[in-house]
């Protein structure tokens, strides 16, 4: 069963920057995998904002475009989303997985607050 572990959330004021960062253990050939970042606001579902190909072709939701930036580390098994620009509509927690059909459970995740 394939783990995967969010960090790198928290507290932002609105204008500002994070780093998230997604690690999958107990998988071989990660690069194999389409990746995503989802987001699930409070009483929604899970919303894809962002993903990346086995050939690194990015695709992001109208709403990041120009804002966030996924990327991804196949050697550390770990796929990255630098987000900036952050407002109040962008408070969610966070999770990554595989895109675009979900392939494995769902990690703990990790919040981003943007309040000032």
């Known amino acids: 069963q394939v783990e995967l572990v969010e960090s790198g959330g928290g507290l932002v004021q609105p204008g500002g920057s994070l780093r998230l960062s997604c690690t999958a253990s107990r998988i071989f050939h990660f690069s194999a995998y389409s990746m995503g970042w989802y987001r699930r606001a409070p009483g929604e579902q899970h919303d894809v904002v962002a993903s990346?190909?086995?050939?690194?072709?990015?695709n992001y939701k109208d709403s990041v475009k120009g804002r966030f930036t996924i990327s991804r580390d196949n050697a550390k098994n770990t796929v990255y989303l630098e987000m900036s620009g952050l407002n109040s509509e962008d408070t969610a927690v966070y999770y990554c997985?595989?895109?675009?059909?979900?392939?494995?459970?769902w990690g703990q995740g990790t919040q981003v607050t943007v309040s000032s």
């Open positions: 990346i190909t086995q050939s690194l072709s990015t």
């Open positions: 997985n595989t895109w675009p059909v979900r392939l494995w459970s």
